[in-house]
């Protein structure tokens, strides 16, 4: 038994992973795959942005949908960049002003101060209203300069309590341990009941 589910990104880095949380038996339809862009991001937390996301697209798609709001909370700057992560040094978006800004503001903050978090918030919805949220977290330090080749956005800047930057780690393991595997992980029983799955791979995730 299989069942559809939107995921409402147009991040390719997410909907890679979306792909490698979620059971074999959802099959994954991107923004793209049916013919709509992103929603507006509104809101003032992670929590109202991902739920407006997936409302907006459940009803625009006649679809379930899921969606996320996460980003980057360092300690240093008072939780920032926050909801502004991916627009953190302005518009058009850009990785690698990000970093570099979150570098600069970093300067003269010593490794011990230098903790953050990476928080996932994921909503579902129908057509008809939102369902259900989950929160995950991913907690490290920011790094002084970027390390590793895989992941995207801050990951190269994230380090983990062992050391490794989160762009070190394979994909395997980051769907292990990320902020988003544990929001994912958190709203999945409620998603395979929503689908009409059964709910035999849950415990595998």
Known sequence: MSADLLVATSNPGKLREFRGLLPASIRIQ???DVGLTAPPETGDSFQDIAMTKAQLAASAAQMVTLADDSGLEVDALGGAPGIRSARYAGDPPSTERNCALLLRQLKE????????????????????GVIATERGYCHGHIAFEPSGSNGFGYDPLFLLPDGRSMAS????EKNAISHRAMACRAILPTL?????????EVESL
């Open 169 to 172: 780690i394979l994909e395997q």
């Open 192 to 200: 395979v009941k929503t689908l009409g799955l059964v709910d035999e």
């Open 30 to 32: 991107s923004l793209a």
């Open 109 to 128: 903050v010593s490794r011990e101060h230098r903790t953050a978090r990476f928080v996932c918030v994921v909503a579902l919805a129908s057509p008809f």
